[in-house]
C-alpha cells in the first residue's frame, strides 16, 4: 500500500513570502508518483491553486480547515458548512462586541466559485488581509455582512484578549454546536478566531479523504505548524511538525524539525527519507 503525505500550507509547506521553492517542488513532486500526496489548508480553493502551480497533488485536498475536500480539478468531494440562519446569528452577536468578520461561503458548487464577503466596517488587520487581495474577484463587499446558504467558515480578525473574550461570548451562547479555532496569524501580527460546523476540521477531512482514496492512515504522514493542524496530527501514524511551529504542536507531534518552512523543512524531512 503506499505511503500518504499531507501537508498544512502557510508556515509549513509555504514560505513566508507565500512561493514554493525549485528545490521543494522537485523533492515534493519525486514523490508522486509512488505515494498519495495532498494537502490540508485554511485557505480557499482559489488560493491554494494559485500557490500550487508545479506541484503534484493526485488526491482530494482539505480545504477551508476542513469545510470543503475538493481536487485540484475542481471536484467537490465534500461540503460541511454553516446555513445563513446559523451565520447571521453569529454574526450579530459578534457586532456586539463591535467587530464584523469575514465569511467565506460556496457561490457555485457546479464551478466549485468561492466567496469572501466582508462588511465596509473593517478593522487595521483586515484591511490589511484584503490589501492582499486587490485582483480576486471573488471579494464582495455588504453594508450589514449577512450569511449564504452554504458558510464554509466565519472568521474573526483583531487583538488576541478581545478575540477570547468573543469565543467566550459564543461558546456561552452556542456551546459546542459550533466548532472553534483561536490562534495566532502570523501575518498581521494579530489573532484570528475560526467558526466552523462542529464537524468541519481538518481531522474530519482527513477521514474524508482516507474514505475517497481507501487509505490506512498508519500510512499517512502530516506535516503542520498550527493548532488547527493537531487534530490531524492525532490521527496520522506520523506527525512532523516545523520547527516554527506553535509549542503545543510540537509537543503532540512524533517529529519535531530541525528547520523551518523558510528552510524548506517539508522537503528536507522527504529526502532524507529517501537516504534512509
Given amino acids: 500500500m503506499k505511503n500518504i503525505y499531507i501537508t498544512d500550507l502557510d508556515h509549513t509547506f509555504l514560505k513566508n513570502d507565500l512561493s514554493v521553492s525549485d528545490y521543494t517542488k522537485k523533492i515534493w513532486n519525486s514523490y508522486a508518483q509512488n505515494s498519495i500526496m495532498s494537502i490540508a489548508t485554511a485557505r480557499t480553493y482559489m488560493k491554494t491553486a494559485q500557490f500550487l502551480k508545479g506541484i503534484e497533488i493526485n488526491a482530494p485536498m482539505i480545504l477551508l480547515d ?35 468578520p469575514f465569511v467565506l461561503a460556496l457561490e457555485d458548487a457546479k464551478n ?21 487581495y486587490s485582483t480576486a474577484d471573488n471579494i464582495q463587499t455588504e453594508d450589514g455582512i449577512r450569511g449564504k446558504e452554504e458558510n464554509f467558515k466565519i472568521v474573526y480578525m483583531g487583538e488576541e484578549e478581545l478575540l477570547r473574550e468573543l469565543q467566550e461570548h459564543f461558546l456561552t451562547k452556542f456551546g459546542n454546536s459550533v466548532k472553534y479555532i483561536l490562534a495566532p496569524e502570523t ?31 498508519e500510512k499517512l504522514t502530516v506535516f503542520g505548524d498550527n493548532f488547527n493542524d493537531m487534530g490531524m496530527f492525532g490521527l496520522a501514524g506520523m506527525s512532523v511538525a516545523m520547527l516554527n511551529a506553535q509549542e503545543e504542536v510540537k509537543e503532540m507531534a512524533k517529529i519535531v524539525l530541525a528547520h523551518t518552512n523558510e528552510e524548506d523543512g517539508v522537503a528536507k524531512y522527504l529526502e532524507g527519507l529517501k537516504d534512509a
Avoid: P
Fill in 66 to 100: 476542513g469545510a470543503l475536500i475538493a481536487t485540484m480539478d475542481k471536484k467537490i468531494i465534500k461540503t460541511t458548512t454553516l446555513g445563513r440562519d446559523a451565520t447571521d446569528t453569529i454574526i450579530e452577536e459578534g457586532w456586539k462586541f463591535g467587530i464584523y
Fill in 112 to 132: 466549485l466559485k468561492e466567496s469572501f464577503v466582508h462588511d465596509r466596517v473593517l478593522n487595521k488587520y483586515q484591511k490589511e488581509v484584503l490589501s492582499r
Fill in 187 to 217: 501575518y498581521t501580527g494579530c489573532y484570528f478566531l475560526t467558526i466552523l460546523n462542529k464537524d468541519a476540521d481538518k481531522s474530519h477531512g482527513i477521514q474524508s479523504v482516507s474514505e475517497a482514496m481507501g487509505f490506512d492512515l
